[in-house]
Every structure is written in C-alpha cells, then in structure tokens.
C-alpha cells in the first residue's frame, strides 16, 4: 500500500480530491491516509535486507493474511518475517549460516494480541507476581497485551519493570480519563504521551480509557431491571457529558476505548461517537470495550458508525450454570441472548473488526487457548477439570475457529493501529508467532482445549520452548 506524506495529502485537499471533513479527522488523529485501491503485493521471492537467520519449512502455517491464508514455510531475520510461501520458495533465502528447523507438519499462526488486559494491576506491584503473570501468558501463545486503565503510578511501575528488562511481551497503553467508579483524574494527565508514541522498543501508548458505566465499581447500566434489587445500574455521565469527552479526546489526536457492559451504556457511547465523528469515517479507530448487553437496534450500529468492538470470549459459564452463582447482575432469562451474543454482533456487522480481550485478571484466566476454546463453544473448563456445558441461549452466540482465531490476532492488531507490525505472518511484519500441538481448524472443537503451546517467539527470539521440543526452537 502506498502511504502518503502530509504534503501529498494537503495537494489532494486542494485538488478537491479529498473533503476537508476526512482531512481534519485524519490530522487530528494524527494519521496519514493511506491508499487501499492498489492490489496487495505478492509475498516478495528476494529477501529485503540479505538472507535468512532462521527458516520454518515443513509446516502448516496459518498466516491471517487474507490475500496469502496459508504457507508451508517462512524465514526470519533479525526481529521480522523476510517471506513466507512454499518449502521451495523460502528456501531461496538460505544461507550458510541459517538455521533450517522442520515444522513436522505442525501448526504455525501469529501470536496472540490481547486488546484489554490489566496484568500490572494484578501483580500488585509485585515484580516476581508479573512475571510470573507474563510468563504464563507466554507459554499459551501470547505475545502482545493491553495494559487498559493506566494511572500514573501504574505506569510508571511498567517503565520500572522494562527499566530491568522484566517486559518481554509488547505492551500497549490506554491512560485513564477516569475511575471504574467514575470519578475523573486531571483531564490532560493522559496528554503526557501522544498517541502511537513508543514509550520504549516494548511499550506503545494507544489512547484513552475511559469509563461509561458501573461493573467492578457500581452496576453495568440496562435498560430493564436487574434481579435481586440492583435497578437499571449506573451511568456516570450524562449524553451531553459523554459526547464532549469523546470529541476533546478526538480533537487532541486520540483514540478512546470506552468501558460500556450495559446496553443503556453501549447506546449512549455509540452516539457520542457517533456525534464525534459527524458522519466522518473512524479514523482514530474509537472503541466500545465489553459491549457485554445488546438489544437488537444496537447490533448494527458497529458499521454504521465505524465503531471497534471489544469483546470476551471466556464466558464464565461455570458461574452461571452452577446452583451458587457469583453472577450478580443477572440478565433476566427471557432476553439471555442480549448477553455476549457473539454471533448475532458479527452477522449484523458483516467485516466488522471486533476484538479479542481477554480482561484479565477480572476473568481469571489468561490462556488464549482456554479464550479460544470459549468462543467457539461457550464452555469452560472448571477447576476440577470438568466441562461446564453452556445454556442454550448462550450457545447461540458461539462463532467459527477461524473467525476466533481473526479477532484474537489480526483484529486485535487493527484495534491497537499495529496490524500493520503484527497480528498476521506477513513479509515485513515482527516475528511474532507461536507453533502448535495440533491445527485448531480441523480438530473437533471440543479438542481445542487441549491444545498446547510448543514455541513462542517475540520478535525473532524464542521466548518459551515446551520440554520434548527443543527442535523447534532455534
């Protein structure tokens, strides 16, 4: 794709070729256009910057690129992929020194990208704690995580801990507007970094996080009445409140993931962007985070608006199934399929980018896999190892692998403006990837929670290497 400069951009603005509505939007988001007419490159035969350090061959490679879907090889040098094809085509980038390892027919796909996490918050200041966190989410394929909700002594913990080279995963980073019980911080702390800023080689700062209504403070705001005396829950602005944060934000170059679990909540940010964005397409790529409570006239508006979804894919079913549920704010059984309903969200908003989150620790588990398994069925597994079989009504938001396996790595990137480094297995992009015990689109989906992790590599270093598979891990 062709970028263009600023200068380029501005003569098109003044050959009318371009509305001075899209223009404003796009510089106050601090974004280039880019030209998407032209015909995607083919995957490039000669390598950019000299031959191979390490090549993959042998494999079954899921690359998320929808003009190249799969490959059966694909080389590495220095932190990104150089190309991907056939054994036949990547071994054109062998060298002396390269090291050629078999995939053996194994599965390889990109990292996992989780959009909204809260892995710092867990550990409690405790370093030893985080990397024990981070280490587990690395082991199930995770490379690049969202550190949502960041306060000022939270980040600088995470500069602490990158400061001694504690960070492995590649953090992003979204400063609060407010509390989750809303109450506002000084509202231009958050400018202190700009959008898309690197904060160092493993932290970005993304945006604005910004909270619409209760859920672990207060209540998620409904438009019906809780069970057990909780009302409609708590929204902690009014329209008019809303719709001037969402704007100042846009205006000052920012994206905002806005924090909405009840469907009175998701209406009033979907119209706040809405009247942001007055008619303009989302260039600053705002977000709806949870979007847990849907009646039927919000499902829509994704598209209509242009607006990111954020969404859970662990439901935790045992909680729900179970006589003793911890569920406090329980959607009453006759509109159950308003609750995550998954499947209804994507077939209302054909191509619609939604988002893996996996909201960590609010729901304890961490492994994209347990993520990946719930989505595609809507089970969980207890502790005991026993299945929790899902609801009828919640089954029915259950989607396909591979539309899981898109929204927990591509998507994820296109939330956080990084799918053009990473989220799919592309020549020029980071070498961010993980192999796999088996293939997850044609196993039988209830397997897919057995699935393990045999390598992960963040940038063209091998980051865990399962026991019994050193082989696989240059």
């Known amino acids: 794709m062709k970028k263009f400069s600023r200068r380029d951009f501005l003569r098109l603005i003044a050959s009318g070729s371009v509305s001075a509505t899209l223009a404003n939007l796009l510089s106050a988001c601090g974004l280039n256009p880019v030209v998407t007419s032209s015909p995607a490159p083919e995957i490039p035969t000669q390598p950019p910057n000299g031959e191979a350090e390490i090549i993959f061959t042998d494999g079954v490679i899921l690359t998320m690129d929808e003009n190249h879907p799969?490959?059966?090889?694909?080389?590495?040098?220095?932190?990104?992929?150089?190309?991907?094809?056939?054994?036949?085509?990547?071994?054109?980038?062998?060298?002396?020194?390269?090291?050629?390892?078999s995939l053996d027919g194994h599965t390889m796909m990109p990292g996992f990208v989780d959009a909204h996490s809260h892995i710092i918050n867990a550990s409690e200041g405790d370093i030893e704690k985080f990397a024990g966190i981070q280490a587990a989410a690395i082991q199930d394929g995770m490379t690049t995580t969202t550190e949502m909700s960041v306060t000022p002594d939270l980040f600088n913990r995470l500069k602490g801990y990158d400061h001694v080279r504690r960070v492995q995963l590649r953090y992003n980073t979204y400063m609060l507007y407010n509390t989750n019980c809303g109450e506002a911080f000084d509202k231009d702390w958050y400018k202190v970094y700009k959008q898309g800023e690197n904060i160092s080689p493993k932290i970005r700062n993304q945006g604005v996080k910004i909270f619409a209504d209760g859920g672990s403070c207060n209540v998620p705001a409904v438009t019906f009445d809780y069970p057990g005396g909780y009302g409609m829950g708590d929204l902690y602005m009014t329209q008019d409140e809303m719709n001037s944060v969402v704007a100042e934000a846009q205006a000052n170059g920012y994206q905002v993931a806005v924090h909405a679990l009840g469907d009175r909540a998701v209406e009033q940010v979907q119209n706040?962007?809405?009247?942001?964005?007055?008619?303009?397409?989302?260039?600053?790529?705002?977000?709806?985070?949870?979007?847990?409570?849907?009646?039927?006239?919000?499902?829509?508006r994704y598209n209509q608006i242009g607006i990111v979804p954020g969404i859970f894919c662990s439901y935790a079913t045992c909680w729900r199934v179970h006589s003793t549920s911890q569920f406090k704010y329980v959607v009453p059984v006759e509109i159950g399929t308003w609750e995550w309903p998954w499947r209804a969200l994507l077939d209302a908003n054909p191509g619609v980018k939604?988002?893996?989150?996996?909201?960590?620790?609010?729901?304890?588990?961490?492994?994209?896999?347990?993520?990946?398994?719930?989505?595609?069925?809507?089970?969980?597994?207890?502790?005991?190892?026993?299945?929790?079989?899902?609801?009828d009504w919640l089954k029915q938001g259950a989607l396909t692998v591979d539309e899981a396996l898109h929204i927990m790595t591509i998507n994820a990137a296109y939330a956080l403006f990084r799918e053009d480094e990473i989220g799919s297995l592309e020549a020029g992009k980071l070498a961010d990837m993980i192999i796999l015990s088996a293939n997850p689109r044609e196993i039988p989906i209830g397997q897919i929670k057995d699935l393990s992790v045999l390598m992960t590599m963040i940038g063209g270093h091998v980051q865990y290497c399962a026991d019994g598979y050193e082989s696989f891990c240059p």
């Open 70 to 101: 799969s490959a059966d090889a694909i080389a590495v040098k220095d932190d990104k992929n150089i190309a991907g094809g056939t054994n036949e085509e990547v071994l054109r980038h062998r060298a002396d020194a390269t090291s050629l390892v």
């Open 354 to 391: 939604a988002a893996w989150h996996s909201d960590y620790p609010v729901f304890p588990e961490i492994s994209p896999i347990a993520h990946l398994y719930g989505f595609v069925t809507r089970n969980q597994v207890a502790d005991d190892g026993s299945i929790c079989e899902a609801q």
């Open 272 to 300: 706040a962007i809405a009247a942001a964005l007055n008619g303009a397409p989302n260039t600053c790529r705002h977000r709806i985070e949870h979007n847990a409570v849907l009646h039927q006239e919000l499902l829509p």
